[in-house]
């Protein structure tokens, strides 16, 4: 069935290294992949998106990469600061808007 | 603009009552879906709501149910609570003509708590 694995499932920086995350996905017709960022008790907040006509897509410190043939998208974070301590889940759909698959999260923490 | 707002925030149930969970959409939306979060975990998806139908359904038994209102505000109903229901439930609405476009907006959630 459908399904969105992501590893690693904690991450420790220290403040200024990058963060690499990544997910795989199993439904094939998943063309909407975003990104979401959840600090304790708070609402998931969508941080970039990417669809399936592309390959990349950065906005500052924070890039997707997609790999369709390999089912495969990460979310590259640079210069981290100590701010981007969260979990972060990736997640897939057929359709923006639609149902969201999501992955287990990962909780990055990023030291000062 | 309030974005999508649920109540209640936080609510405690006994095994086998039964709850009702509100949300209203961001806006100038017309879809709302629903998710439950258990701790430590992704959100995994209930159901979507457009023009007061159920239009798609996530893996959860009957138990769980949900209504739109003409206003676009919905219910998530859950009866029968058992221990594995305590979750957060989150509410995300989304504008469904804007579907290749529009971003999903999600609630800070209801924190439900089954003894």
């Known amino acids: 069935g459908e399904n969105v694995e992501q590893h690693p499932s904690t991450l420790s920086v220290q403040e200024g290294d990058s963060a690499v995350i990544k997910c795989t996905y199993s439904d094939s017709a998943s063309n909407y992949f975003p990104w979401y960022k959840q600090e304790l008790g708070k609402r998931p907040q969508l941080i970039i998106d990417i669809r399936s006509n592309v390959g990349e897509k950065k906005d500052q410190r924070i890039a997707v990469t997609l790999n369709k043939t390999a089912k495969h998208f990460s979310l590259h974070i640079t210069e981290t600061q100590p701010e981007d301590s969260a979990v972060y889940f990736c997640?897939?759909?057929?359709?923006?808007?639609?149902?969201?698959?999501f992955g287990q999260g990962t909780e990055l923490s990023v030291k000062p | 603009d309030a974005g999508v707002t649920q109540s209640p925030t936080h609510l405690i149930k006994t095994r086998g009552q039964q709850v009702t969970l509100r949300c209203s959409p961001k806006?100038?939306?017309?879809?709302v879906s629903w998710y439950q979060q258990a701790l430590g975990q992704g959100p995994q998806f209930i159901f979507q709501?457009?023009?007061?139908?159920?239009?798609q359904r996530g893996n959860f038994p009957d138990r769980f149910s949900g209504h739109q209102f003409p206003n676009y505000s919905s219910e998530l109903n859950v009866n029968a609570l058992l221990l594995g229901d305590s979750a957060l439930y989150l509410c995300a609405s989304s504008l469904l003509a804007a579907v290749n476009t529009g971003e999903l907006f999600f609630g800070e959630g209801s924190r439900l708590t089954v003894l």
């Open positions: 997640a897939a759909s057929i359709n923006q808007g639609g149902k969201l698959i």
């Open positions: 806006s100038g939306h017309d879809t």
């Open positions: 709501y457009y023009e007061e139908e159920e239009r």
